[in-house]
């Protein structure tokens, strides 16, 4: 079978081309480039080793279109935004396809750790789980997707670049921004647009001291120091007033989370459905719940309170290993 691969040049890309060309499949790699000539040369060097042809094809006005854009927008805003979760329907897995339809490849893979099976979106191993990340992907994007690291860890995966001499085994994860390469998200959004100033923090009503500015705080966030010696953390931020309230540790806990904009990636359910629900990409917190779904949302209802639920960040349903879909926290 003919598959895309989404090839970064690192660890995880090369050793999944090298499984899937062990297991029979013509691999065409595809390198989506946002302007850094020494990863594009470092992936092209790779390529040439494991012995894929290899299309460069530059991304950078769709991802500031899709990503960076809304990325500034939601941070102004008082949300905290996950940016892979906004690139990979919209750029990442949009290129796969477009690329693997003008070469006429069946499917297209990646490195993520998750699985798919059936037209299912499951879960992968849960040292490395990657499923939270891939919530916003359509049914037709996961029906052509596979992953061929769904069943293994981190470890077991540097340990078969070994096994096969690559020189990616040792080399050192990417990026959790792509388009942030020192990680100065502050700086870099400094830089993108005019930012709120100082304003309040607020505790139960009263101003307790001032803040920097909303963008750089996130819910659930603590606040330094102390406050008539208790910790105080992030609960809301208001960025029509410019002001951060401010709470104990066990007021962060929310039973019921609402969710806009929510994608399906099975069948919308006509009435209430029972699910387990992950609020941020996190191992530990995925209680059950009862989600009913909504216009375009869906409100869900947690048999254990959840910590600070954060706007724009993603609640993910889960059905035991499978990915119901996913949607912004409100």
């Known amino acids: 079978m003919k598959i895309v691969l989404g090839f970064s040049g690192g660890v995880d ?12 499949h013509e691999v065409h790699g595809l390198y989506l480039d946002i302007a850094g000539e020494a990863a594009r040369e470092s992936a092209i060097s790779t390529a040439e080793q494991i012995s894929i042809p290899l299309e460069v094809r530059n991304i950078s006005e769709e991802l500031e279109q899709h990503v960076c854009r809304p990325f500034v927008n939601a941070y102004l805003s008082g949300e905290t935004p996950n940016p892979c979760i906004l690139c990979n329907p919209a750029v ?10 003008r070469i006429g490849a069946e499917c297209v893979a990646t490195g993520h750790y998750a699985r798919t099976e059936n037209g299912m979106l499951l879960k992968g191993r849960p040292a490395n789980d990657q499923s939270y990340m891939l919530c916003r992907l359509t049914k037709e994007q996961v029906a052509r997707t596979i992953f061929p690291l769904g069943s293994f860890e981190k470890a077991e995966v540097r340990k078969l670049a070994e096994d096969m001499k690559l020189s990616t085994a040792h080399k050192p994860d990417s990026m959790e921004i792509c388009f942030i390469p020192d990680k100065d998200y502050i700086s870099w959004l400094r830089s993108r647009a005019e930012v709120p100033g100082e304003g309040d923090f607020v505790f139960h ?10 963008y750089r705080y996130t819910v659930g966030q603590r606040r330094p120091g102390l406050y008539q010696e208790r910790k105080l953390y992030i609960s809301k931020i208001h960025a029509d007033t410019n002001q951060i309230e401010l709470a104990l540790w066990e007021e962060l806990f929310q039973s019921e989370v609402h969710a806009r904009d929510f994608n399906w990636i099975c069948t919308r359910p006509d009435g209430d459905i029972r699910a387990q629900v992950r609020c941020r990409h996190t191992k530990w917190e995925m209680p059950f719940c009862t989600v009913t ?3 375009s949302g869906v409100n869900i209802l947690c048999d254990t309170p959840v910590r600070a639920p954060a706007a724009g960040q993603s609640a993910v349903l889960y059905a035991g290993d499978r990915v119901l879909g996913g949607g912004f926290i409100d």
């Open 13 to 24: 890309s090369s050793v999944s081309a090298v499984l899937l060309k062990r297991a029979g």
């Open 92 to 101: 990442k897995f949009k290129n796969l396809l477009d690329h693997a339809d």
């Open 205 to 214: 009503g009263e101003v307790v001291g001032r803040h920097e500015g909303i």
């Open 293 to 295: 779904p909504e216009d």
